[in-house]
């Protein structure tokens, strides 16, 4: 149907952009996108949750390669970060598809809402502490990456979301912040795709053209009309003001927990 992928086309254009702009995995916008999707195919309610967030993460493997390289090569990541964060966020993150799997969907959108206020807030009024340690402990690493592996997982935001406010509040530029975060958000899509394909409900498997939890169509057409969106995404991140960059991903941070909030309770 033409009007699905064009709508799949632009969606894919805004999660560039915004991957690339904030470092935070388009998530965001893709969850609330995809069950507004998945309800007008007229998939089981039941799954929809679960499918909407495998299918983000499978989606962000296509989106957030090209905004990572691109940080990368405007010299805003801290690989000694991410070389310690990798295997705890890996292994977290595929864990927490499996819990995912036997989790109510009401559950699921009062963590990410929760985990939304709480970065937006650290963001809007930018809390430090006193004296910024100039090596973050090998063990707070660790535990922050098990923490935001499974909380990114399990509602299928990438990880940014909860990443750049704990890099800025570590010490790292706002750049540096956002630049660390995409690559560890790649590290996540990768690790949630995985956990995506291989933890589905039984339901999915009647439905045309899904993969374990990913609905391949919106994976592909949204990824791949991404790509180049998120490049432009990243540099004009790195040639944005701190303050104003600051600024803006507060706004969307909040706009997206009031959006979450409003479809839970209202």
């Given amino acids: 149907m033409i009007e699905i992928f064009i709508f799949l086309t632009i969606l894919g254009i805004f999660a560039g952009l ?21 309800n007008y195919l007229n998939f089981s309610e039941e799954i929809i949750p679960l499918l909407a967030t495998g299918t983000s993460m499978t989606t962000m493997v296509l989106v957030i ?33 499996y819990l995912a799997l036997n989790m109510e969907s009401l559950t699921l959108q009062l963590i990410i ?3 939304l206020i709480l970065a937006a807030f650290q963001v809007a009024v930018d809390i430090k502490p006193k004296e910024i340690k100039p090596k973050i402990n090998n063990l707070e690493l660790a535990l922050a990456s098990c923490g935001i592996g499974l909380v990114t997982s399990l ?25 660390t975060s995409s690559v560890m958000g790649l590290v996540i899509a990768i690790s949630g795709a995985i956990g995506a394909f291989v933890f589905a409900p039984t339901e999915a498997e009647n439905i045309n053209w899904m993969a374990g939890s990913t609905y391949i169509p919106a994976a592909v057409i949204v990824g791949l009309s ?9 540099n004009i991140s790195n040639n944005t003001s701190s303050e104003k ?22």
């Fill in 65 to 97: 390669p090209n905004a990572a390289y691109t940080h990368y090569l405007n010299s805003n990541v801290d690989l000694n970060i991410v070389k310690k964060m990798l295997l705890f966020a890996f292994v977290f993150t595929i864990f927490a598809r």
């Fill in 245 to 266: 960059l600051k600024l803006a991903f507060a706004i969307v941070v909040i706009i997206s927990a009031i959006r979450i909030i409003y479809d839970s309770f209202i």
């Fill in 18 to 38: 915004i991957s690339g702009f904030f470092g935070i995995g388009s998530g965001v916008i893709l969850v609330p996108a995809y069950f507004f999707l998945f």
């Fill in 226 to 234: 991404s790509i180049w969106f998120a490049k432009i995404g990243a």
């Fill in 113 to 115: 809402a929760v985990s």
């Fill in 155 to 179: 509602v299928g935001i990438g990880g940014g979301i909860l990443m750049v406010p704990y890099f800025t509040f570590r010490g790292l530029s706002i750049r540096e912040a956002i630049g």
